[in-house]
């Protein structure tokens, strides 16, 4: 065995280093979490308008709150799943011995990318749909149809990306 040279001690300093580098978006990831408080909060304010408003709300109007109910919890979802998945990623391995989602550990960048794709669409087409319910002015729903058209193709372009990135593989 040959003693290390000082050039070859500092490359593995620099490298774990570099590895640790990594436990710096944990606090990043714990502050994506902790805004899912408020949506929490909105989903609540949502309830509340449905339950003070029962007697004397329109079927169209009882449909806009779901709405609003679903686009939240979707970006819920959204926010948990890339938390979570970006820690395994990135940080460290998620090792827990109780049950964990069957998702958990299949979750690679390119799986991300298209759940949030699609989650983003569907957004888009739920607020196309509460727009066109809320009697919006005419000439501001081709612009927001415009901008969910553009969020599908990008969605379309990013599958067609990856399954031709898959053939590669």
Do not use: C, Q
Not at 12 to 37: D, F, K, M, Q
Not at 95 to 120: C, F, Q, T, Y
């Amino acid at each position: 065995m040959r003693p290390e040279r000082n050039g070859e001690v500092m490359e593995r300093n620099i490298e774990i280093l570099l590895l640790a580098t990594r436990w710096l978006l944990v606090p990043l990831y714990l502050g994506l979490l902790a805004s899912v408080l408020g949506i929490y909060a909105m989903v609540g304010r949502e309830l509340l308008h449905l339950v003070t408003s029962l007697t004397t709300i329109s079927e169209a109007e009882l449909v806009l709150v779901i709405l609003s109910i679903l686009d939240l919890v979707l970006v819920a979802n959204l926010v948990v799943m890339v938390a979570i998945s970006s820690y395994e990623s990135f940080v460290s391995r998620i090792d827990v011995d109780r049950e964990k989602p069957e998702w958990l550990g299949k979750m690679d960048a390119s799986n991300v990318k298209m759940k949030v794709s699609l989650s983003i669409v569907m957004v888009s087409a739920i607020n196309l749909l509460r727009a066109f319910m809320m009697d919006t002015p005419a000439e501001r729903l081709p612009l927001l149809a415009g901008v969910h058209i553009v969020f599908l193709l990008s969605t379309l372009a990013v599958a067609v990306v990856e399954r031709v990135h898959g053939k590669d593989k």
